[in-house]
Each structure stands twice: as structure tokens, then as C-alpha cells.
């Protein structure tokens, strides 16, 4: 049971190049989310998707698209990186505990550390 | 605005004395709070996590939380640090409802324990 799995783990990228951010959850999770991290500034959230076949857009969206490739994969894509960018990239999940919408505990993955140069 | 405030970027708390990581928020409606602990390299795991009922919710690696209402305060606390508690910490709070609900993620707080 490996949890939250992302590729790839590290990725340096010249500006205007494009590349996908993967993540997969083996845990039956119904929602998933992509997060940024940068110093002082703590997590903000770029996507989400509620369910399979759904996405809504989070805190700082502009410059990213994500695609829900099925229940376990949730991927990110960068259409033409920009220096602005770089950071630490994570993708979490969470199943819905019963309790009402947003009070699920979330599981991490690793991160991607992203340098656009 | 919904938010969530860690007011200290830093708290330095010498082995075996207690120490406390604070955190407000400003949230319509009832507050869904959550703590989470990043150590170096890794993604943040789940700490605790307060819902309803009791206002002392109790956690991983014997941390526990207090939820105040009237402070709007859900503060971070253990009796006794290790050096192992060293690590960052963040608070979190739900926004919106339904399956439109979202976490937002305070700043985070360096927790450093001396030996």
C-alpha cells in the first residue's frame, strides 16, 4: 500500500517549456488535490477534484490545467512554465469519513520540487 | 475573508518543557480545524483534527488541541517536547460547504526543540 505516489520527484524546466506532474493514490480516495508550497507563505491549493470526472479550480489556478485521468490519477500540467512557478508541488487525497463534506483528514504524497529557470 | 493565522514563524522549546503552536482562524459558520506536521523532504501527515463535541481533541505522537470558540483559537499543545518534535507545523481550516468545501493552510510554524 504505497498511498500517495508523484512523479517525478525533481524537475528543472527553461521558461515556456511544459511538462505534466503525475499522481496516483491506491487508497480508493473520491477527491484529490494539487498544492504549491512556498517559503512563509504555507500550502495553496491550484485544483481539486471532488470526485472522478470533476475539477474545480482552487486559490491560485492561472497557468496550471489538471486532468482527473480516472478514480487513482490526478495529474497537473504547466503549458508554458515560468520562473514564477518553481516551488514544491503536492498532490493529496482524502475519502469522505461521514462526518459532512471537508472534514477529511487529507494524505500527502513526496512533493516535486520544480526549478524553472 | 476566510482565513487561518499561524502568528509565530518560529517557536524554540527546550526538551521535556511544554510547548504551544498557535493558530486563529476566521471562518463563516461552524470551523472544521486541522493540524498537520511536515518533516524535511516529506509531505505533510495528519496530526488531529477537530469536527464537534469535545473542545480538547487529541492526536498523533501525544499532541492535542484546544478548540476556542469564543477566541476563535485552535492552538497546538504537548506537555513534554522531544527533539524529535522538531518539524514544521500547519494549521488548517475548511471554507464552503458541501462537496465545494475546501482546506486552507495557515503560513506554517518552525518548531525547534533543544536537547
Known amino acids: 500500500n504505497a498511498g500517495v505516489t508523484q512523479t517525478p520527484k525533481f524537475q528543472v524546466l527553461k521558461t515556456g517549456q511544459s511538462m505534466t506532474l503525475q499522481c496516483a493514490q491506491d487508497?480508493?480516495?473520491?477527491?484529490m488535490y494539487w498544492y504549491r508550497q512556498d517559503p512563509g507563505m504555507g500550502l495553496r491549493l491550484i485544483y481539486y477534484?471532488?470526485?472522478?470526472?470533476?475539477?474545480d479550480k482552487g486559490e491560485v489556478p492561472n497557468g496550471y490545467n489538471v486532468s482527473r485521468l480516472n478514480k487513482r490519477e490526478f495529474s497537473l500540467r504547466l503549458e508554458s512554465a515560468a520562473p514564477s512557478q518553481t516551488s514544491v508541488y503536492f498532490c493529496a487525497s482524502s475519502a469522505y469519513e461521514g462526518q459532512g463534506w471537508g472534514t477529511d483528514t487529507q494524505y500527502f504524497g513526496p512533493g516535486t520540487r520544480l526549478t524553472v529557470l | 475573508a476566510q482565513s487561518v493565522a499561524q502568528p509565530e514563524d518560529q517557536v524554540n522549546v527546550a526538551e521535556g518543557n511544554p510547548l504551544t503552536v498557535k493558530c486563529t482562524y476566521s471562518v463563516s459558520g461552524n470551523p472544521y480545524l486541522f493540524w498537520y506536521v511536515q518533516y524535511p523532504n516529506r509531505g505533510l501527515q495528519f496530526l488531529l483534527k477537530?469536527?464537534?463535541?469535545?473542545?480538547l481533541v487529541k492526536g498523533s505522537y501525544g499532541f492535542e488541541a484546544e478548540f476556542n470558540k469564543s477566541q476563535t483559537s485552535f492552538h497546538l499543545k504537548k506537555p513534554s517536547a522531544l527533539v524529535s518534535d522538531s518539524a514544521l507545523y500547519f494549521c488548517?481550516?475548511?471554507?464552503?460547504?458541501?462537496?465545494?468545501?475546501?482546506?486552507?493552510f495557515g503560513s506554517g510554524t518552525r518548531l525547534s526543540i533543544r536537547p
Open positions: 477534484s471532488a470526485s472522478e470526472g470533476t475539477t
Open positions: 477537530y469536527i464537534t463535541g469535545d473542545n
Open positions: 487508497m480508493n480516495h473520491n477527491s
Open positions: 488548517a481550516v475548511r471554507v464552503g460547504y458541501s462537496s465545494a468545501s475546501k482546506i486552507i
